[in-house]
């Protein structure tokens, strides 16, 4: 076997080095990731290594317009030019407050010798997590072109496994169980979505994703002649165009995060590295917060003396209820399956009349919200897009007179260009009225919540509304986000179903769910996923009294730094996660049992009053028991974590005086 490492790593060397000889090379800041670009007869094509070791080997870069065709078969490269690039930027929303960003940059004009005669440049910036490139292409302001095609291969070496979610096309609430594979059974021609997360034999890791979609169609991968590549979401109602740009214009960057150890994926901050500054000039009003969401629940009410529906009396329930433990919001979303806004429709769907301006006979929205703004509490919204995007104007200014301060915008299932801009428009507009966004059946995060901080999560992803009647979302399933689509940013999951259950003694049901795993796991998932808009979804008699709930309330939803403890893919991951002084730390379980070492060395000098809470020793067949100690612990300490099956654990970290 040793034998075997080190034909490997002579090869790698050797091919790495051949081409260095006429390529263009940057690297990253510590050396360790080199991206190289080059050309030959048949276009350009570009190299990545890490320690030495090939990860990417020849790979086409090309873009195709309707008219002049394919770009770059007969190309020159002109005079590049490099610079080190240093920013340091702060973060309203996300898994770190404040930034360093490192990176090396070099940009290449890469010029057609034939036809057209075309110039498109290369911009790559090599991390030291992670290389990223993108096609930056000049010419006349307000000059149209229309891109039919962008293939950007990526030729994984090593055949390394993948965690991937496929997808049948690409209108797509990118909902669905991933599967672990080599590279090299993947069925050819099959949407993949990003990110997509690749383990290499000698424990390298590689995740692929996009970073800044503005103005330009979603990225998918599919493999094709036995290499990975680009497939770009088309415009509507055709095929052949999908991005119509102005020049100049600039595709997003093709993201590449590299490690040997996977945590540091999790902990990347490339992809807000990677796109615009916040162009948001008051942040002053964007409060994340967590909120209620009756809709997940059944809209469970007590046996009260008031009628239960969308009025004044069942959400002053749920307002009630968050003023008393500190939430931040409750949401206003249906009941008995109509939503609270008119319309005509069914099912959710929009009818020909639907108007979120307006509220149900029955519900005075500006009663609610007066009400609630009282006890200090902020009312948010569900809305269906295509009932939103027609009146949007019209429906932020009724809501900014409300007072409403934000809402879950639904049912988009697309991420070609005509969407991307449309959910672009929302967050500007949203902004000027003081709304925040939760996108939900939306495309992943890429990034931009840097640039409109008003979006405090999006979808994307399978997750706790399934357990209303299917058993589809399992520990398993929650492991497998954490390595893959929670590594694009804030994740909407549904968080907070307090009635546990195993494989065994989980029924799906539609009023009061189960969820699948224990309590711990439950509340791990909380610090796990980073989710700036996290739910209380289930209703309040299901917390007031139970175990683990005060470690609910208090779990914050934006973090000033991130660390991962541990991790293993597809079984279990520990993540640490700072605010202010105090540390919060989550672990969850695949439906396997493990004993993992948690070491504390990440901490300050200082001691620390540890608030844990464990898997009870009979979890397994009552999931719903935990166990609390309290102790003294500094960065000289090493916990047991023992996890259940489907198992958890959270610890709660307060510095001493």
């Given amino acids: 076997m040793p034998a075997i490492r080190l034909t490997i790593l002579l090869v790698c060397f050797t091919i790495t080095s051949a081409f260095a000889k006429s390529g263009l090379i940057v690297s990253s800041p510590d050396k360790k990731i080199t991206f190289m670009l080059d050309k030959d007869a048949s276009g350009m ?9 090939l990860l990417v080997d020849k790979s086409r870069l090309s873009l195709s317009f309707k008219e002049g065709g394919e770009f770059g078969k007969d190309i020159t490269f002109g005079k590049s030019s490099s610079k080190k690039m240093e920013e340091t930027y702060d973060l309203v929303i996300g898994k770190s407050s404040h930034i360093h960003s490192l990176s090396n940059e070099l940009m290449v004009p890469v010029m057609e010798n034939i036809g057209l005669k075309r110039q498109i440049n290369i911009e790559i910036r090599v991390f030291n997590d992670g290389a990223a490139f993108r096609y930056v292409m000049p010419g006349k302001n307000g000059e149209r072109v229309e891109i039919t095609d962008e293939s950007d291969q990526f030729n994984l070496t090593q055949d390394p496994k993948a965690l991937v979610l496929f997808r049948e096309n690409y209108t797509t609430s990118h909902e669905g169980l991933y599967d672990k594979l080599p590279v090299s059974k993947i069925k050819p021609d099959t ?3 990003m990110p997509a997360t690749f383990e290499y034999p000698h424990g390298i890791y590689m995740a692929i994703t996009e970073a800044n979609l503005l103005d330009y169609a979603g990225m998918y991968l599919i493999k094709h002649n036995g290499v990975l590549q680009s497939s770009l979401s088309p415009l509507p109602h055709q095929k052949e165009i999908k991005v119509i740009a102005k020049l100049p214009h600039n595709s997003p960057w093709r993201a590449m995060m590299i490690s040997d150890r996977v945590g540091a994926l999790m902990e990347s901050n490339i992809l807000t590295n990677l796109s615009e500054p916040c162009r948001i000039k008051d942040v002053s009003w964007i409060k994340p917060g967590k909120t209620t969401f009756p809709w997940w629940n059944g809209n469970v009410t007590p046996d009260t003396s008031f009628a239960p529906g969308n009025n004044y009396e069942t959400n002053m329930y749920y307002v009630n209820f968050c003023a008393k433990y500190g939430l931040s919001y409750h949401s206003v979303v249906e009941y008995g399956l109509h939503e609270w806004y008119v319309n005509d429709g069914a099912g959710f769907q929009p009818g020909p009349h639907a108007d979120p301006s307006k509220a149900v006979p029955g519900l005075d929205m500006q009663q609610i919200c007066d009400s609630a703004k009282k006890v200090g509490v902020g009312i948010r919204v569900w809305v269906h897009f295509y009932a939103l995007y027609p009146k949007l104007d019209e429906t932020f200014a009724q809501f900014e007179k409300w007072g409403i301060k934000g809402l879950m915008c639904d049912f988009m299932d697309r991420d070609d260009q005509e969407m991307v801009n449309m959910q672009t428009e929302i967050l500007e507009k949203a902004a000027q009225h003081h709304l925040h966004i939760q996108f939900h059946g939306a495309y992943k995060p890429t990034g931009t919540a840097r640039t409109y901080p008003n979006e405090f999560t999006r979808e994307g992803t399978l997750n706790y509304e399934n ?6 979302v399992t520990p398993d399933a929650d492991v497998n986000i954490a390595f893959t689509r929670a590594l694009a940013g804030s994740t909407d999951y549904h968080l907070g179903g307090f009635r546990a259950a195993n494989l065994k003694t989980f029924k799906a049901h539609y009023t009061a769910p189960m969820v699948l795993g224990t309590r711990c796991h439950m509340l791990g ?33 934006t973090w000033d730094e991130t660390k991962v403890l541990n991790a293993k893919m597809s079984d279990y991951v520990t993540i640490a ?3 202010g002084d105090d540390w919060y730390i989550g672990t969850i379980s695949n ?20 608030e844990i809470y464990s898997d009870a020793p009979d979890a397994d067949s009552n999931p719903n028991h935990l166990v609390k100690v309290v102790q003294q612990v500094n960065n000289k ?12 654990q959270v610890i709660r970290l307060v510095r001493t005086k």
């Fill in 45 to 53: 094509f570009y190299t990545v290594t890490y320690k030495g070791q």
């Fill in 191 to 193: 949407l993949m979505d």
């Fill in 467 to 472: 357990d209303k009647w299917n058993t589809l």
């Fill in 525 to 557: 998932m909380y610090v796990v996923l980073e989710n700036e808009q996290g739910m209380v979804c289930d209703f309040p008699d299901a917390y007031i009294g139970q175990p683990g709930f005060e470690f609910l309330q208090q779990v914050p939803l």
């Fill in 577 to 579: 996660r700072r605010k």
């Fill in 591 to 610: 439906n396997t049992a493990h004993s993992i070492k948690t070491s504390l060395s990440f901490l300050p000098e200082g001691n620390y009053n540890a």
């Fill in 637 to 648: 300490s090493i916990l047991n974590t023992d996890l259940a099956a489907g198992g958890g």
